[in-house]
C-alpha cells in the first residue's frame, strides 16, 4: 500500500484549505504506514493531491481558481436638470447616466451637492451647495466609491436671481441678512389710550388729545399744534404710577409736521410736580433729520441725552411727564403728535460697560498708515465705509489693504458709496433709480470681492432726507440691514432706536480730545451704543473732516482704559 501513494510538493503552500487538511487526516485513517508518512509530509508543508488520494477522499473545491471578475465600469453623466440654479444654493437637481454607485458623491464647480439620493445606476438627485455668490457655468463631478470619476463641463450655471425694481438682475440686490431682534418694551408708560390724563398748555388752535385718525400705536393719539411765533407749547401728565427707570431708556413714538421748523424738542421725566426733572433734548440738526417729515418715528433716548437736570429728580420713581415744542418764530407752526412713551431695559448683561465702534469714511489711507496700528496695539477691529471708485486711487486705501484689514485685523468692509460722483452729490439728490443702482452696485462690489460688511452703510454727509425727495431710508432698507448717519444730537444705543439711522460721535477738526474723551465715558456711564467717526488722520488739522494723529491715538489709549467692548458695527448687532 505504502508503494501506490504519490506525494507532491505544491510550492505555495500558503494556499493550503482545511479541506485539503481534512484529506490529509482521511488518508491517515486508511493505512498505518501512509498514515505515518502523510502525517510527516503534513509536518513539513506537503500536500497531498487529490489526483492521487484515496478513493473515498472528496474532492477538493477550494482548489478551483474562480475567474477573475470584471473591474467595475466607471460612472458617465449624460445630462443634469435643471442646469441653472442661484448662487445660494438649495436647488434639487437629477443627473442621468450610466453605472453610478449607491455611495457616489456629487460636487459642482467643487462645491458638495449633497445629500446625494441614489434612484438608480441610471440616475442620481442631490441638493446644490452655496456658491458664495460666484456666477458661471461650472463642470458637474460624480464620484463612485472605487474613486473612479465623471465629468460634464461646464454643464451647471450658478446664477444670482436678485433684481432690482427695475429688473435689473444682480448678486447686489439680494435681501439683507437680519442682524437684530427688535426692541422688547420693559413698561408701557402710555399708549395715549382713551383718558390718558395728558393736558395741553397752553390750549392751541388745532389741537386734539384725542385723535382716532392718526395712530401707529393703539387707537387714538394727541396732537398740539404750535403759533408759529416761538410760543412753548406742553403736553403734560402729572402723578401717574411711578416708574422705576433704573438700567431703563425712555422710549417715544412721535410724528412731526413741519419738523425744520422745530426748533425745540423735549421730553421731561420727573415727579413733584416737575419740581424735579430730568430734561431730554431729541431735536435732529447737522442737515438731516432724524425725525422725518411727516413720518410716525419710534426711538430710545440715551441717558446722556438728559442733558439738563432740575432739582433733584429720582430715577427710581418717575410719576411726572412732559413734552415741550417751540418752533423757530417764521411764522409756521408745528403740528406734533405723541402716541407713545415707554422704558426699555439697557444692555446690562450683553454690554455691562457701553460699546464703542471705530469707523471710517472715504478709504483714506491714513485709515492704515495711522489709524490701523494703535487698534491692532489693543486688538480693536473697526468699520470701514468705502467709496468704491476711490479704492486704489492716490492717497486712499488699496484693494489689498482692505482685503488684509478683514482677513487679519478683523475689520468690516462696508459701503459707503460706489462712485464719487454719488457721494459728493449725496444719495438724497439722486434720482431713485440712480440711488437704488448706486447701492447695488457698492453690494455687488463688496460681494465679489468677499467683504462680510455688506449689508452695512453709511449715507454720504449724514443725509438721508431733504434734497429732491428721493424715499433714501425706504430704498437703503431695502438692501441693508444698518445705515449709519452723522447725527450727533445724541449717542445711538443697544438695541438702536432705528436701524437705519445710527447715531454717533463726529470727530471733526473742531472736536477736542477732551469732548471726545468725555463722550465715551457718558457712553460707558449709561451703557450706550458710540460709534466715533473718523476721515482723514493728519499731524496738522486744517480741513473739516480731518484730525490730528496724536489725538487719535490718546483716545484708542483712553477707550481701552474703560474696558468698554469694542467691536465693528455689524458685530455689535450679532454679539
Same mark, same amino acid.
Given at each position: 500500500?505504502?508503494?501506490?501513494?504519490?506525494?507532491?510538493? &505544491?510550492?505555495?503552500?500558503?494556499?493550503? $484549505?482545511?479541506?485539503?487538511?481534512? +484529506?490529509?487526516?482521511?488518508?491517515?485513517?486508511?493505512?498505518?504506514?501512509?498514515?505515518?508518512?502523510?502525517?510527516?509530509?503534513?509536518?513539513?508543508?506537503?500536500?497531498?493531491?487529490?489526483?492521487?488520494?484515496?478513493?473515498?477522499?472528496?474532492?477538493?473545491?477550494?482548489?478551483?481558481?474562480?475567474?477573475?471578475?470584471?473591474?467595475?465600469?466607471?460612472?458617465?453623466?449624460?445630462?443634469?436638470?435643471?442646469?441653472?440654479? $442661484?448662487?445660494?444654493?438649495?436647488?434639487?437637481?437629477? !443627473?442621468?447616466?450610466?453605472?453610478?454607485?449607491?455611495? #457616489?458623491?456629487?460636487?459642482?464647480?467643487?462645491?458638495?451637492?449633497?445629500?446625494?439620493?441614489?434612484?438608480?445606476?441610471?440616475?442620481?438627485?442631490?441638493?446644490?451647495?452655496?456658491?458664495?455668490?460666484?456666477?458661471?457655468?461650472?463642470?458637474?463631478?460624480?464620484?463612485?466609491?472605487?474613486?473612479?470619476?465623471?465629468?460634464?463641463?461646464?454643464?451647471?450655471?450658478?446664477?444670482?436671481?436678485?433684481? =432690482?425694481?427695475?429688473?435689473?438682475?444682480?448678486?447686489?440686490?439680494?435681501?439683507?441678512?437680519?442682524?437684530?431682534?427688535?426692541?422688547?418694551?420693559?413698561?408701557?408708560?402710555?399708549?395715549?389710550?382713551?383718558?390718558?390724563?395728558?393736558?395741553?398748555? %397752553?390750549?392751541?388752535? *388745532?389741537?386734539?388729545?384725542?385723535?382716532?385718525?392718526?395712530?401707529?400705536?393703539?387707537?387714538?393719539?394727541?396732537?398740539?399744534?404750535? +403759533?408759529?411765533? *416761538?410760543?412753548?407749547? @406742553?403736553?403734560?401728565?402729572? *402723578?401717574?404710577?411711578?416708574?422705576?427707570?433704573?438700567?431703563?431708556?425712555?422710549?417715544?413714538?412721535?410724528?412731526?409736521?413741519?419738523?425744520?421748523? #422745530?426748533?425745540?424738542?423735549?421730553?421731561?421725566?420727573?415727579?413733584?410736580?416737575?419740581?424735579?426733572?430730568?430734561?431730554?433734548?431729541?431735536?435732529?440738526?447737522?442737515?438731516?433729520?432724524?425725525?422725518?417729515?411727516? +413720518?410716525? &418715528?419710534?426711538?430710545?433716548?440715551?441717558?446722556?441725552?438728559?442733558?439738563?437736570?432740575?432739582?433733584?429728580? +429720582?430715577?427710581?420713581?418717575?410719576?411726572?411727564?412732559?413734552?415741550?415744542? !417751540?418752533?423757530?418764530?417764521?411764522?409756521v407752526p408745528v403740528r406734533f403728535h405723541?402716541?407713545?412713551?415707554?422704558?426699555?431695559?439697557?444692555?446690562?448683561?450683553?454690554? %455691562?460697560?457701553? &460699546?464703542?465702534?471705530?469707523?471710517?469714511?472715504?478709504?483714506?489711507?491714513?485709515?492704515?498708515?495711522?489709524?490701523?496700528?494703535?487698534?491692532?496695539?489693543?486688538?480693536?477691529?473697526?468699520?470701514?465705509?468705502?467709496? &468704491?471708485?476711490?479704492?486704489?486711487?492716490?492717497?486712499?486705501?488699496?484693494?489689498?489693504?482692505?482685503?488684509?484689514?478683514?482677513?487679519?485685523? *478683523?475689520?468690516?468692509?462696508?459701503?459707503?458709496?460706489?462712485?464719487?460722483?454719488?457721494?459728493?452729490?449725496?444719495?438724497?439728490?439722486?434720482?431713485?433709480?440712480?440711488?437704488?443702482?448706486?447701492?447695488?452696485?457698492?453690494?455687488?462690489?463688496? !460681494?465679489?470681492?468677499?467683504?462680510?460688511?455688506?449689508?452695512?452703510?453709511?449715507?454720504?454727509?449724514?443725509?438721508?432726507?431733504?434734497?429732491?425727495?428721493?424715499?433714501?431710508?425706504?430704498?437703503?432698507? =431695502?438692501?441693508?440691514? @444698518?445705515?449709519? @448717519?452723522?447725527?450727533?444730537?445724541?449717542?445711538?444705543?443697544?438695541?438702536?432706536?432705528?436701524?437705519?439711522?445710527?447715531?454717533?460721535?463726529?470727530? @471733526?477738526?473742531?472736536?477736542?480730545?477732551?469732548?471726545?474723551?468725555?463722550?465715551?465715558?457718558?457712553?460707558?456711564?449709561?451703557?450706550?451704543?458710540?460709534?466715533?467717526?473718523?476721515?482723514?488722520?493728519?499731524?496738522? %488739522?486744517?480741513?473739516?473732516?480731518?484730525?490730528?494723529?496724536?489725538?487719535?491715538?490718546?483716545?484708542?489709549?483712553?477707550?481701552?482704559? =474703560?474696558?468698554?467692548?469694542?467691536?465693528?458695527?455689524g458685530k455689535v448687532l450679532a454679539p
Amino acid at each position: 500500500m505504502y508503494m501506490r501513494w504519490v506525494v507532491v510538493v &505544491v510550492a505555495v503552500v500558503a494556499c493550503s $484549505s482545511p479541506r485539503a487538511t481534512q +484529506d490529509v487526516a482521511d488518508a491517515r485513517m486508511s493505512d498505518a504506514a501512509g498514515d505515518a508518512y502523510v502525517a510527516d509530509a503534513a509536518a513539513d508543508g506537503v500536500v497531498v493531491s487529490p489526483a492521487d488520494a484515496p478513493p473515498d477522499a472528496p474532492p477538493d473545491a477550494t482548489l478551483a481558481t474562480p475567474p477573475d471578475a470584471p473591474p467595475p465600469l466607471p460612472p458617465q453623466i449624460v445630462a443634469i436638470a435643471p442646469a441653472l440654479g $442661484s448662487v445660494k444654493g438649495g436647488a434639487t437637481v437629477t !443627473i442621468d447616466g450610466a453605472h453610478f454607485e449607491p455611495a #457616489a458623491t456629487v460636487a459642482i464647480g467643487g462645491i458638495a451637492c449633497a445629500p446625494v439620493l441614489f434612484d438608480s445606476s441610471a440616475q442620481i438627485r442631490c441638493v446644490t451647495g452655496d456658491s458664495q455668490f460666484v456666477e458661471g457655468a461650472r463642470d458637474v463631478v460624480v464620484t463612485n466609491p472605487d474613486g473612479s470619476v465623471a465629468t460634464l463641463s461646464g454643464a451647471f450655471t450658478y446664477e444670482c436671481p436678485w433684481t =432690482t425694481s427695475t429688473g435689473r438682475r444682480s448678486c447686489g440686490a439680494v435681501p439683507p441678512r437680519p442682524s437684530f431682534a427688535a426692541q422688547p418694551i420693559a413698561v408701557w408708560l402710555t399708549q395715549l389710550e382713551p383718558n390718558h390724563g395728558f393736558v395741553a398748555n %397752553p390750549g392751541g388752535v *388745532g389741537d386734539n388729545l384725542d385723535d382716532t385718525t392718526d395712530a401707529t400705536l393703539g387707537s387714538q393719539s394727541a396732537v398740539i399744534v404750535t +403759533d408759529g411765533g *416761538g410760543t412753548l407749547r @406742553t403736553l403734560t401728565r402729572l *402723578g401717574a404710577p411711578a416708574v422705576d427707570f433704573t438700567n431703563r431708556m425712555p422710549k417715544l413714538w412721535v410724528k412731526i409736521e413741519q419738523v425744520r421748523r #422745530a426748533a425745540t424738542l423735549q421730553l421731561d421725566l420727573g415727579d413733584s410736580q416737575l419740581a424735579n426733572v430730568f430734561r431730554f433734548n431729541f431735536k435732529s440738526t447737522q442737515g438731516q433729520l432724524w425725525a422725518t417729515e411727516g +413720518d410716525w &418715528v419710534a426711538f430710545t433716548l440715551p441717558w446722556s441725552a438728559a442733558t439738563t437736570i432740575i432739582g433733584n429728580p +429720582d430715577r427710581t420713581a418717575i410719576t411726572d411727564l412732559r413734552l415741550r415744542i !417751540i418752533d423757530d418764530a417764521t411764522g409756521v407752526p408745528v403740528r406734533f403728535h405723541l402716541n407713545g412713551i415707554a422704558a426699555v431695559d439697557e444692555p446690562i448683561q450683553t454690554y %455691562p460697560r457701553g &460699546v464703542v465702534s471705530f469707523t471710517f469714511d472715504d478709504n483714506f489711507a491714513s485709515m492704515v498708515t495711522e489709524g490701523l496700528p494703535p487698534l491692532v496695539a489693543h486688538g480693536f477691529p473697526a468699520t470701514a465705509y468705502v467709496i &468704491v471708485d476711490m479704492v486704489g486711487r492716490t492717497g486712499r486705501a488699496t484693494l489689498t489693504q482692505l482685503a488684509t484689514l478683514q482677513a487679519t485685523h *478683523g475689520w468690516e468692509v462696508a459701503a459707503h458709496a460706489f462712485t464719487d460722483l454719488h457721494h459728493a452729490a449725496r444719495f438724497t439728490n439722486l434720482a431713485p433709480a440712480t440711488l437704488e443702482d448706486d447701492l447695488v452696485d457698492v453690494r455687488a462690489w463688496l !460681494i465679489a470681492n468677499r467683504f462680510e460688511g455688506y449689508d452695512h452703510c453709511a449715507y454720504p454727509g449724514g443725509d438721508f432726507t431733504g434734497g429732491i425727495g428721493t424715499n433714501v431710508l425706504g430704498i437703503a432698507a =431695502t438692501y441693508f440691514a @444698518t445705515c449709519r @448717519t452723522i447725527f450727533q444730537g445724541m449717542r445711538e444705543t443697544y438695541l438702536p432706536a432705528h436701524s437705519h439711522k445710527l447715531r454717533v460721535f463726529y470727530i @471733526t477738526n473742531a472736536v477736542t480730545l477732551a469732548s471726545a474723551i468725555a463722550a465715551v465715558d457718558r457712553a460707558v456711564t449709561n451703557r450706550e451704543w458710540i460709534i466715533l467717526v473718523f476721515h482723514k488722520l493728519v499731524d496738522a %488739522p486744517v480741513v473739516t473732516t480731518e484730525w490730528a494723529i496724536t489725538d487719535y491715538q490718546a483716545l484708542v489709549t483712553h477707550v481701552a482704559s =474703560t474696558n468698554a467692548a469694542v467691536k465693528t458695527v455689524g458685530k455689535v448687532l450679532a454679539p
